[in-house]
């Protein structure tokens, strides 16, 4: 399981290093890096993005939801190789689809982390804070 917040800056490039603590979570030096939800990057080990992208595919490719989870899963995925002292570079499109700049904050979301830019990320927990919890 992965927990906790972390802020970090890059390394240059779109170089980041992996918290320590999230990095000793994982089994390899190898993670599934993805377009996540609300305009974040997943990470994954790959046993568990296996696990959930299988149940992601269950909606049949006949229809047109199950055609869409698939492309946008995997279109948006990449194994991402990490160094060890947990460095690596996370690709252009993924830093531009979270609109990621200087500065990210890593976060555990139980299965997976997440990646965040870190402005986007204080607005996200404001809204969950006020929107999404208090209902």
Request: glycine share 10%.
């Amino acid at each position: 399981m992965f927990f906790g917040e972390y802020q970090i800056k890059f390394l240059g490039k779109g170089r980041i290093a992996l918290p320590k603590k999230i990095r000793s979570r994982l089994s390899g030096d190898r993670v599934v890096l993805s377009r996540g939800f609300e305009r974040c990057i997943f990470g994954w080990e790959k046993k568990t993005w296996q696990e959930a992208s299988a149940k992601q595919t269950e909606v049949p490719v006949t229809e047109s939801r199950g055609r869409a989870v698939r492309r946008y899963l995997f279109s948006g995925a990449m194994i991402v190789q990490f160094d060890v002292q947990g460095r690596a570079v996370i690709p252009s499109f993924l830093l531009d689809y979270a609109g990621v700049k200087k500065e990210v904050t890593v976060i555990g979301a139980g299965d997976h982390f997440e990646i965040w830019d870190t402005q986007a990320w204080q607005e996200e927990l404001g809204s969950i804070e006020t929107d999404k919890l208090s209902g």
